[in-house]
């Protein structure tokens, strides 16, 4: 299917991360490693379980071992304490504060700080973005009626969201990213030869966008569906593997950068001490 033209866009650059998991502070130095590296970001994307915890009571709603659950440097990043350089635009993953969440809808968090929602497309930095929150249960996402009232049913999306994101094709503008929180089926990684969804896989095979980004399983793997470029970033705390970044040029051309700091960058043990990454 013939993809729509779309007017010529001005340069954009976007970095893609992996797993936050509520290290904002060291997101904050991988950004300004990027920036001092490549130049300015116009926006940050995140792929889910990003636990932007803007206190205890949002933490208590996150989906995990309560040893395990914390606030994290949201905080900080919500109170101008932290710089992340760009605009961060998140999806949800199996690890949210998902009440929280749900009650506030897509839109603005806190400063600078956007929740893309449950499952749609929207436009950043001139780029068409497709999106869906969340993982597979099928006892939430195969059923005919979901409900969705505990933390954990709140982490799965549902079939109507899938069908959501898949809506419009070849009447809609091009999607140039897919962000998934869960991998797509049948990308031949070594030792996750089971991993990912075939929902997620006939949806990508659907839209064809440029690159469907991906968390999750905390792996970096790189394959292809179609003409789509299908990118897993690893843990935040993974470094390198866990960004990529996005560049349009002058001429609108696009093209994905895979080194994203320079090769002797390496974030010390506080980032919170990383120069402009932290404000005084």
């Known amino acids: 299917m013939a993809r729509k033209r779309r007017a010529p866009a001005p340069p ?22 990027v920036r001092a590296w490549l130049g300015p970001l116009d926006a940050i994307l995140a792929v889910g ?21 914390g606030i994290g440097d949201f905080p900080l990043l919500a109170e101008g304490l932290i710089d992340l350089g760009a605009p961060l635009y998140f999806i949800g993953g199996n690890h949210e504060p ?22 749609g497309r929207t436009e950043i930095a ?4 497709a999106f869906l929150s969340g993982i597979h249960s099928a006892r939430v996402s195969d059923a005919a009626r979901p409900r969705r009232e505990t933390a954990r049913e709140r982490s799965y999306y549902t079939a109507e969201e899938v ?29 996750r030869a089971d991993a990912g969804r ?4 006939a949806l990508c095979e659907r839209l064809r ?55 002797d960058f390496r974030p010390g043990p506080d980032p919170r001490l ?3 990454a932290v404000r005084p």
Request: with cysteine; charged share 20%.
């Open 209 to 263: 966008p440029r690159w469907h980004f991906c968390g999750h399983l905390h792996d970096r793997h790189q394959a292809t569906i179609g003409p789509t470029e299908v990118v897993c970033l690893g843990h935040i705390r993974d470094g390198a593997p866990a960004f990529a970044v996005v560049e349009r040029d002058t001429g609108g051309d696009l093209r994905m950068v895979h080194q994203v700091a320079p090769p």
């Open 126 to 129: 001139g780029l068409g973005v």
């Open 274 to 276: 990383l120069g402009s």
């Open 49 to 69: 379980d990003v636990e932007a915890n803007r206190d205890e009571a949002d933490a208590a709603g996150v989906r995990s071992p309560a040893g395990h659950r």
């Open 163 to 191: 069908r959501r994101v898949g809506r419009g094709v070849g009447r809609s503008a091009p999607v140039d990213l897919l962000l998934t929180h869960d991998w797509p089926a049948g990308i031949g990684a070594p030792d």
């Open 12 to 33: 954009a650059r976007i970095l893609i991360t992996g797993d936050v998991h509520g290290a904002f502070a060291l997101l904050a130095a991988w950004s300004s490693a």
């Open 98 to 119: 998902w009440p929280a969440l749900d009650a506030a809808g897509p839109g603005r968090w806190s400063r600078d700080v956007y929740f893309l929602g449950r499952a």
């Open 198 to 201: 075939p929902e997620l896989r």
